[in-house]
């Protein structure tokens, strides 16, 4: 009799430790979101407020960092825990997840230099929502952003070079530096700041212009966009006007030039609509178009060459024309060589000009 009391207390035990292990493991600061039901945009914000809070009062927590939370990351899906997705800036003194107190398998971050969307961006935000279920879209500025202080300073006429692949980057900020100056009258470092919120405004609205499915979901309710400023030295984040994105997307609808297939592979809109990147982009790109088209043209020298070629009387003759030829496309690519030269200097010009 006392053996199976012992036993009974044994299991009893067992249960509770079980039950007390399950009940901390989600438990690590009360707020894992678990499950699609709970989760709503205002929870997901307030999630993110908070944690905020706790970093600047240097009262972190660092939740679901630990090796349960790895074990969870390995075995469960991401879409039924990461409550938020985040569009930042690459800049290292804006670490999403440590700025919000965030763990493992939290928020789906999205890091570009001067958080622009272009094509990759709009496709993993795209990701985050549709697919890892996120019912927040927060896009992040932050003080002193060096891309946005790039494009205003090459805006006013005291910018350097820029490396070869960094004015197609940061060309989305152009509209949004432009507009400030122009609606404020600032300049230098004043306008900067203004810049920095309109650029997060022009993000908002490039993503609105390029992917129908972010505005399906907006509309339903299913998914809250807002605006956001981190302070690089407070480590505080400011929130913006949140009824501004919802004022965004009624100026895209009523734009002719959205794109308007929400799904890959339903591409038979009008170039209009796919052309919104393009229109974004800066008239360098149109130069380096036209370098293009001059290599091509000096190609053809070098297509007829191969095509008299198809007709060879004798060996000699064919020789003759396989040397032709070969000079001819040697020719063709130096005249690439120095249509792509030429592009780059017209994309620096634009950029200096800018
Ligand atoms: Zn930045």
């Known amino acids: 009799m006392s053996t199976i009391s012992r036993k009974n207390i044994i299991i009893i035990a067992a249960l509770f430790l079980a039950v007390l292990f399950f009940v901390t493991m989600g438990d690590d600061n009360g707020s894992d979101v678990k499950t699609k039901d709970k989760r709503t945009p205002a ?52 670490p999403v997840e440590r700025i919000f107190d965030a763990g493992i398998m939290d928020i789906f971050v999205i890091r570009v230099a001067g958080n622009v969307v272009q094509g990759d961006e709009a496709g993993s935000i795209e990701y985050g929502l549709a697919h890892v279920n996120t019912p927040l879209l927060v896009v992040l500025g932050h003080t002193q952003c060096g891309a946005v202080t790039a494009v205003t300073n090459a805006i006013e006429g005291h910018g350097h070079a820029l490396e070869r692949n960094i004015p197609g980057l940061v060309a989305p900020i152009t509209p949004a530096v432009e507009k400030s100056i122009k609606y404020t009258g600032k300049h230098g470092a ?35 966009v807002v605006g956001a400023i981190y302070d690089v030295s407070t480590g505080r984040v400011e929130w913006l006007k949140e009824d501004k994105p919802a004022e965004i997307l009624a100026e895209v609808e009523a734009d002719p030039a959205r794109a308007m297939e929400a799904m890959a592979g339903e591409h038979t809109e009008t170039p209009a609509a796919e052309g919104h990147m393009d229109t974004m982009k800066t008239e360098h790109q149109n130069d380096a178009k036209e370098a293009v088209h001059e290599a091509e043209v000096a190609a053809e020298p070098a297509k007829e060459e191969q095509a008299e070629a198809a007709a060879p009387a004798n060996i000699e003759e064919l020789k003759a024309l396989a040397e032709k030829a070969a000079e001819a496309a040697k020719n063709a690519a130096a005249a690439a060589e120095a249509a792509t030269r030429a ?12």
């Open 43 to 94: 929870l997901s914000l307030q999630l993110l407020k908070e944690g905020n809070e706790r970093f600047v009062n240097g009262e972190a927590l660092h939740p679901r960092t630990d090796t349960i939370r790895l074990e969870q990351a390995g075995s469960q899906s991401q879409g039924d825990h990461a409550f938020a997705t985040v569009l930042g800036c690459s800049d290292s003194r804006v």
């Open 343 to 354: 592009a780059e200097e017209a994309a620096k010009a634009a950029g200096s000009a800018q």
């Open 190 to 224: 004043d306008v900067i700041p203004v810049a920095i919120e309109q650029n997060v405004w022009q993000s908002i609205h490039d993503l609105f212009m390029v992917s129908p499915s972010t505005r399906e979901l907006v509309k339903s309710g299913k998914v809250q």
